[in-house]
């Protein structure tokens, strides 16, 4: 059976879709194929679908590809498998959806998706599928960095790392790029090292800070200089979180799932220290930071 229909059949398939009437063609039940997933989004894709499908772009959606594949490791994270079930069905979508509108347009097709999946899988794995050895996943790992290379075409260090996406969150763009300059090489031996530089650049933040809150009491400092100092103080900002992955790294700590949680620790807390408010008969907005902060404190002992 063929995965994706050439433009020929879609359109008949649309036009037979319309006679038919799509409220008899797609219908709720208890079990769905992929083809018929496949057939659901050429519809709604098509002129006879859904206004707001037809009018989406590779540009226009690309927010939801990214946002889709976190809430599936959110439900990971979660451990809920049901939920992680529906959300890897809205990652698909996404695919089948890009993949239609490729097909639409001439440019590619989910066969194209296909292929390139398969044979990356195949070319990668090449102590199965060729003539390379490894003995344990670490070594796994290596190889596939060198097979992709390879592939890619990367002709220098300094290519490895730019071909890291910049459309990635910062921090997993900073831990990666961070990995891949290890992999040469460029690394600190040990955790400590990465620790003390962590060290030296939050002091040298501090110091722009101090520089800042100086000059903001002269009356001559000028429009000029005052950009200067926070274009400084962003720079330094930047190399204190670039540290503190570097650090994480050293650890072993992957700082975009470890800052996930820190953020959900921080919602938990927040909650109960309200919830304790409202006990009170008080609201948070009308409480004092130490008030806030004495709630804060019992949170915290109550969890350890």
């Given at each position: 059976m063929s995965i994706t229909p050439d433009r020929n059949e879609t359109a008949s398939t649309a036009k037979a879709s319309v006679s038919r009437?799509?409220?008899?063609k797609f219908v709720l039940k208890d079990h769905y194929s992929y083809d018929e997933l496949v057939d659901l989004v050429a519809f709604l894709y098509s002129p006879e679908g859904c206004p707001w499908d037809q009018k989406q772009t590779h540009e226009s959606i690309k927010g939801s590809l990214v946002e889709e594949a976190w809430e599936a490791v959110d439900a990971i994270l979660q451990g809920r498998d049901d939920r992680l079930a529906d959300e890897l069905g809205d990652v698909l979508l996404q695919v089948i959806f890009h993949a239609e509108m490729g097909r639409v347009a001439g440019s590619f097709t989910m066969d194209d998706v296909l292929r390139n999946v398969c044979r990356k899988l195949i070319s990668r794995h090449s102590h199965i599928f060729a003539q390379d050895t490894a003995s344990d996943p670490k070594e796994v790992r290596e190889l596939w960095e060198a097979n992709k290379i390879k592939e890619k075409g990367l002709k220098s260090e300094t290519d490895v790392l730019r071909d890291v996406p910049r459309s990635l969150p910062a921090l997993s763009r900073s831990y990666k790029i961070q990995k891949k300059a290890a992999a040469c090489g460029f690394?600190?031996?040990?955790?400590?090292?990465?620790r003390s530089k962590l060290k030296e650049e939050a002091q040298?933040?501090?110091?722009?800070?101090?520089?800042?809150?100086?000059?903001?009491?002269?009356?001559?400092l000028s429009k000029a200089e005052a950009d200067r100092l926070n274009e400084r103080l962003a720079e330094e900002a930047g190399d204190?979180?670039?540290?503190?992955?570097?650090?994480?790294?050293?650890?072993?700590?992957?700082?975009e799932l470890a800052l996930n949680q820190a953020n959900?620790?921080?919602?938990?807390?927040?909650?109960?220290?309200?919830?304790?408010?409202t006990e009170q008969g008080q609201a948070l907005r009308g409480m004092s930071l130490e008030e806030m902060d004495q709630l804060w404190e019992r949170v915290k002992a109550q969890e350890k």
């Open positions: 009437k799509p409220s008899e690394d600190w031996p040990n955790a400590e090292g990465a040298e933040l501090a110091e722009v800070e101090a520089q800042i809150t100086a000059a903001q009491g002269s009356s001559s204190l979180l670039f540290a503190a992955v570097n650090y994480l790294r050293k650890l072993a700590i992957d700082p959900e620790k921080f919602i938990r807390r927040f909650s109960q220290i309200e919830d304790l408010a």
